[in-house]
């Protein structure tokens, strides 16, 4: 089944303790994003990638850093959380260009205490 | 980043058709016209995209104006299952236009029984 896979669901974790969601295709899409969603805000986007070793800021990359060494993972990192970072986070994949729509992940839920 | 503006929210009846709206002005020549929905605790789900020409697929259809100024998403017959968040956001075609994407707040469909 084409899916992209975020790993954990769930996670509860103290400031500055690093962390991260990963996040995982299995339909050799080129393209792959990662979005917040806060109440009030909808969802904004963090970072996005292009290809393997192509990374690029979004709207809100402060706080977070990605890597992109091989196609199908895309982790988000969070070198020192902060409680401002409690948010449900995203995983998105894509076939390059305009002319392809999303599949999104189930989400990670992150509370940052 | 050329902007959409959605109503807030919307109500429909079950097995009643729904059109939800979607401004988009500064829309360039090249951009692509994307839906996708959030359900309740879910992650968005892919609805349909066109670029010029209306679209159907076996969720929805899109119809452009003309000048491509607006769009609009049609559920031929509201279910329950359709009550959801839309979102209405553009695509660029290829390059680096693609990748940055940004959501609006969406509109909120509530479909009654």
């Known amino acids: 089944e084409a899916q992209v896979t975020q790993n954990p669901r769930y996670l509860i974790t103290v400031t500055g303790k690093k962390l991260t969601v990963t996040c995982s295709q299995n339909m050799n899409h080129e393209y792959m994003s990662w979005y917040r969603q806060d109440p009030g805000l909808g969802l904004r986007q963090i970072y996005y990638?292009?290809?393997?070793?192509?990374?690029d800021k979004g709207d809100v990359p402060e706080g977070y850093k990605v890597s992109r060494k091989e196609k199908r993972n895309f982790p988000l990192i969070l070198e020192s959380p902060s409680p401002n970072q409690t948010s449900l986070y995203f995983c998105a994949s894509s076939e390059q260009g305009g002319n392809y729509g999303y599949t999104f992940g189930s989400g990670t839920r992150l509370t940052v205490v | 980043d050329a902007k959409t503006t959605q109503p807030n929210s919307m109500e429909s009846n079950e097995e009643e058709p729904v059109h939800l709206p979607c401004n988009h002005s500064t829309i360039s020549g090249t951009d692509y016209i994307h839906w996708y929905r959030q359900l309740p605790s879910q992650g968005p789900e892919y609805v349909i995209h066109g670029l010029t020409s209306n679209v159907n697929n076996r969720m929805a259809s899109l119809a452009i104006a003309e000048d491509r100024k607006s769009s609009t998403l049609i559920l031929h017959r509201a279910t329950l299952r359709d009550a959801a968040v839309y979102y209405c956001i553009l695509r660029g075609a290829g390059g680096t236009s693609y990748g940055k994407l940004t959501f609006g707040q969406g509109t909120i469909l509530t479909v009654h029984p």
């Open positions: 990638s292009m290809n393997v070793e192509v990374t």
